[in-house]
């Protein structure tokens, strides 16, 4: 595979050899239940920057990559849960730029068992799968923890979900591409490190809407902090909707699904369902709701792929 040449600058030759799709494409949908409101909905689709590291991934992964590898670091070490997309294209990055990855999995009873096809898949990408138990993956970060993870020290560390300030200031982009487009953007939240950047991206006269897939209420807090080591302080119009996360992570209910299925029937893309499809059903229900004024284009972020 190469591996990234030292007389490249890190950045040029990372798009290079992964070439990314970017900006990434806009494309508008006729949908009725924004028509009848007189809005019109934009697909901003993150979801084909890359095949093997889509959406959020990249643009959160590629300024931690740069990163490392100006730094001189070999390899990245990350966390997640046992069906991470952050891991996932983690590992993907690894294989395509010859980096050694090391991943964390949440939850010590997996060890030993077969991998599910999310893990199988890093595995097959050359990830070394670590499993820890609950209590020790809480503590991941602290030093002692770390140490033991990455004995010799050298790894870039990747916060769990991706999320740092690097990748906020990668996910200004997103809302730099959209700048002129569209008056609000929709983003399904997971961390927040999308919507936090989003956000600074866009121009004074938009605003984004992100939906947590979690429940919790801890995100707007988590956004601020992120804004924070990103940008130096607040950026941008944002919003939170809390309303839409159907009980939590990976959860969902008839009324998701059923929205899901029809959007996805009528205009013939499948939705990816933790984030996406939850993303989207809460635009829909705010523009039904009369949400927005009459005239407003309404962009959504494709994050990811199903
Ligand atoms: C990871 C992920 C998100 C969440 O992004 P955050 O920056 O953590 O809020 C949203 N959508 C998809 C498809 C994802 O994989």
Redesign the pocket.
């Known amino acids: 595979m190469g591996g990234v040449t030292s007389d490249n600058p890190p950045g040029v030759a990372l798009r290079r050899q992964l070439r990314p799709q970017l900006p990434s494409p806009l494309t508008e949908v006729a949908d009725e239940d924004f028509a009848r409101r007189g809005l019109r909905l934009l697909l901003k689709r993150d979801d084909l920057i890359h095949p093997d590291i889509p ?3 990249w643009r ?1 992964l590629e300024p931690n990559l740069r990163a490392a590898l100006a730094a001189g670091h070999r390899t990245l070490l990350t966390f997640g849960g046992a069906y991470s ?2 891991l996932r294209a983690t590992a993907a990055a690894g294989r395509l730029l010859g980096l050694p990855t090391v991943g964390v999995v949440r939850g010590d009873e997996l060890a030993g068992k077969p991998l599910n096809p999310s893990l199988a898949r890093c595995a097959a990408d050359g990830m070394r799968l670590v499993f820890v138990d609950r209590a020790t993956y809480r503590r991941k970060t602290d030093p002692d923890v770390l140490a033991r993870l990455d004995p010799d020290g050298d790894a870039y560390v990747v916060p769990e ?3 740092n300030a690097e ?1 906020a200031r990668g ?1 200004a982009e997103l809302g730099r591409e959209l700048r002129g487009a569209a008056g609000v953007v929709g983003v ?8 936090a950047g989003l956000a600074a991206g866009l121009d004074d006269g938009q605003r984004a809407i992100g939906f947590p897939v979690l429940k919790g209420g801890f995100l707007g807090a988590e956004v601020e902090r992120l804004q924070q080591e990103a940008f130096g302080g607040p950026r941008g119009h944002w919003a939170l909707d809390d309303r839409f996360h159907a009980g939590g992570y990976a959860r969902t209910s008839p009324e998701l699904e059923a929205f899901a299925a029809g959007f996805e029937e009528r205009h013939g893309i499948a939705l ?1 369902r ?3 499809a939850k993303m989207l059903h809460g635009l829909t229900t705010l523009a039904r709701e009369g949400a927005f004024a009459p005239g407003t284009t309404v962009a959504a972020v494709i ?2 792929t199903p």
Do not use: I, Q, R
């Open positions: 959406g959020n991934k959160k997309n952050h979900g991706g999320s990748a996910c399904a939240c997971g961390t927040g490190g999308t919507l990816e933790l984030y996406v994050t990811g």
